[in-house]
């Protein structure tokens, strides 16, 4: 019998339709923005000026409709990724998504930056499919199948070591595609290079698909085995959601910054995840299913938010050709419909309430505070300092924000192109006004969201959620059906709308009171300006400017260097002075240069042994039949 034949080709349990939901709410307000985004006419944006060389008309109509073509086959890829249920067409399923996302990402071949960008991300994800490989391969070798089912069921006889194994092959190969640290390296450099919609879709959906995978097959087939496993998870979630945020800080090309801070979300998301994966062994199912409708709601709203503010970066970059934040400025006059969604993702990713973003970091503070309260000793410890570095991450990143939307729309122009940009097509201004209202959405309708997801959460985890309460302000763990004793009684009090509302009374409140007792002309003052007047645009504060406090406070790690250089009119007087600042890239130096290095110097070793001499050849071939026979003889 064809053991490798599916039995069961797909699965549509709540799982698999979660996350179709995530795909297709990214996928097609990407694709109608593509519609702006590509056209064979000139860019409306450039009317009356010359566009700049990257937005010339370089996209022919056989382009763009190749463009269309693989668009619709990542998303279906990506569908068929979520909802197989053999191990076989996953892996195929995977390798298609894999391929098509490299073809997107270099489809600007005439940028150099492109190609390298597409040979770094296409070397990673065959990296992290090989992992996959044999992880896939001893669970076939126990099951004797790649169904889903059978694996799920031998699974719960495999020997702990063994599972250990599986378990670290299948979070390196994951990893790699989620760009956990230190894996994350193609990721900064491919999502840049994408066009905006397709950076939107990758960050947005693309890299959760890993997080599907350690959902499926770690926590739903495999089975969490030992404490340790969720702790080395929430231990790289921990250095992700820093590393990436503090990168992001460092950044002065939006859709970098973006890049980098799609890395430290990953990490946010993982905390849940891998509270989860601890929490469940420490006898605490509740909480861990908490957890889990924690990270799954992170990941969501991830997917909204982050896609919001790709289309935005790209509708940057249509309007003036660079994505350099340190030439913008202004932008806020020029373009005040992709300035206001901007300033939404901004707001969302700062977790700002009642917004998206603040209910799932919220809720992932809360869990890992009562699952401290539940806990000792060192557990206790731990989960604490897992919150205060997911609580530093937020501050972060709203800095970061801070800077984003600050540098890019507010101020003064810094350059020609955004000094007379324009607001983009309308099919791209829809993309992002669909997605900024799910941000509001998904903040307000928080009870019925987490609802939703604790059924996914239950099937997951396997956990009965039937004495789980929710409503619009909380969801509850009531004393019925024999709950534990240490979780009973928990809720987490949310009222988004309450929270809406307080705001919306505050902000007319200080309306009304500015009306009544304000007296004479307002006084107003250009942004950045710090209440001087006449400067320009110069003089005005900067990214790099803003973001040197938090270089120098993590300079332990960045590593910042100088580069400076002047041109003397004579020995006395100065005619210019250029100062660049620079920060290292860490794990590039230190892992990936050395590894690339010794890849090298092992190939040139390797070349020796084809110096093209056909005796020579004939002399390995006599040798291996040699120890072939010797082997066969001996067993």
């Known amino acids: 019998m064809l053991d490798f034949l599916p039995k069961q080709l797909f699965l549509f349990d709540p799982l698999s339709l979660f996350f179709i939901f995530v795909i297709f709410i990214v996928s097609l307000p990407s694709a109608i923005y593509s519609l702006g985004y590509f056209t064979p006419k000139a860019n409306p944006c450039f009317a009356g000026r010359q566009a700049p060389a990257a937005e010339k008309n370089e996209y022919s109509s056989a382009k763009i409709t190749l463009f269309w073509f693989l668009l619709v086959l990542f998303v279906l890829s990506m569908c068929v990724v979520v909802t197989v249920g053999n191990v076989l067409v996953f892996l195929v399923a995977w390798e298609i998504m894999s ?21 770094i991300y296409i ?28 694996i799920k069921n031998v699974c719960l006889i495999m020997p702990g070591p063994t599972k250990d194994i599986v378990f670290l092959l299948l979070l390196v190969g994951f990893g790699t595609k989620a ?65 990436g945020v503090i990168y992001a800080l460092m950044e002065r090309d939006i859709k970098r910054l973006l890049a980098y801070s799609s890395v430290e979300n990953m990490g946010i998301i993982l905390l849940g995840v891998g509270l989860a994966m601890l929490l469940v062994n420490m006898k605490m199912p509740y909480l ?45 006059k020029k373009m005040p419909q992709t300035a206001f969604y901007f300033l939404i993702g901004s707001m969302a990713i700062s977790a700002l309430p009642p917004l998206n973003g603040f209910v799932s970091e919220w809720l ?10 539940n806990s000792a000793g060192g557990a206790r410890l731990f989960l604490g300092i897992c919150a205060s570095m997911l609580a530093l991450t937020s501050g972060l990143a ?7 939307f600050g540098v890019v729309f507010l101020g003064l122009p810094r350059s020609n192109y955004a000094q007379s940009a324009k607001e983009v097509p309308l099919s791209m201004n829809f993309g992002m006004f669909f997605l900024s209202i799910l941000v509001i959405v998904f903040g307000i309708a928080a009870g019925l969201v987490i609802k939703l997801l604790a059924k996914v959460a239950a099937v997951a985890m396997n956990v009965d959620i039937s004495t789980m309460r929710f409503s619009l302000y909380n969801p509850t763990l009531t004393a019925q059906v024999g709950l534990p004793a240490k979780e ?19 902000g007319l409140a200080g309306f009304v009171v500015y009306r009544l007792f ?118």
Request: one cysteine or more; hydrophobic letters at 50%.
């Open 398 to 404: 709203a800095a970061c924000f801070v800077k984003a």
């Open 488 to 506: 009973l009684g928990k809720s987490i009090y949310l009222s988004t709308p309450m929270i809406a509302l307080v705001l919306i009374v505050m």
């Open 364 to 373: 992932t503070l809360q869990v890992f505070f009562l699952g401290a309260l």
């Open 518 to 635: 304000a007296k004479g002309k307002p006084v107003s003052y250009q942004t950045w300006d710090c209440g001087y007047y006449k400067l320009d645009s110069r003089n005005e504060y900067t990214g790099t400017a803003f973001s040197k406090p938090f270089r120098i406070a993590f300079s332990f790690f960045l590593q910042p260097y100088r580069k400076t250089q002047k041109v003397r009119e004579s020995f006395y007087q100065v005619k210019s002075f250029a100062y660049e600042t620079h920060t290292t890239l860490v794990f590039k130096k230190y892992i990936y240069v050395p590894l690339i290095a010794l890849v090298l110097k092992s190939a040139k070793f390797m070349r020796r042994m084809q110096p093209g001499s056909i005796h020579l050849y004939l002399a390995y071939i006599f040798s291996t039949l040699l120890l072939l026979i010797i082997f066969m003889h001996k067993f």
């Open 99 to 119: 391929l098509v996302s490299y073809f997107l990402v270099v489809f600007d071949t005439t940028h150099e930056k492109s190609i390298q960008a597409g040979t």
């Open 288 to 332: 861990a299913a908490f957890a889990l409708i924690a990270g799954l709601y992170h990941l969501v709203n991830h997917a909204i938010f982050k896609g919001l503010l790709f289309l935005c970066a790209g509708s940057v970059y249509k309007a003036t050709g660079t994505r350099d934040i340190e030439k913008l400025g202004g932008l806020i």
């Open 123 to 150: 070397i990673m994800t065959h990296i992290g499919t090989a992992f996959l490989v044999a992880a896939f391969l001893i669970l076939h070798k126990y099951a004797h199948s790649f169904d889903f089912a059978a």
């Open 179 to 243: 760009g956990i640290v230190p894996l994350h390296v193609w990721l900064p450099y491919a999502h840049p290079q994408a066009p905006s919609q397709i950076s939107s879709i990758m960050s947005g959906v693309m890299i959760k698909t890993a997080i599907y995978g350690i959902i499926r097959f770690v926590i739903f087939l495999l089975g969490v085995n030992s404490s340790w496993w969720g702790v080395l998870v929430l231990i790289l979630a921990v250095i992700t959601c820093l590393v």
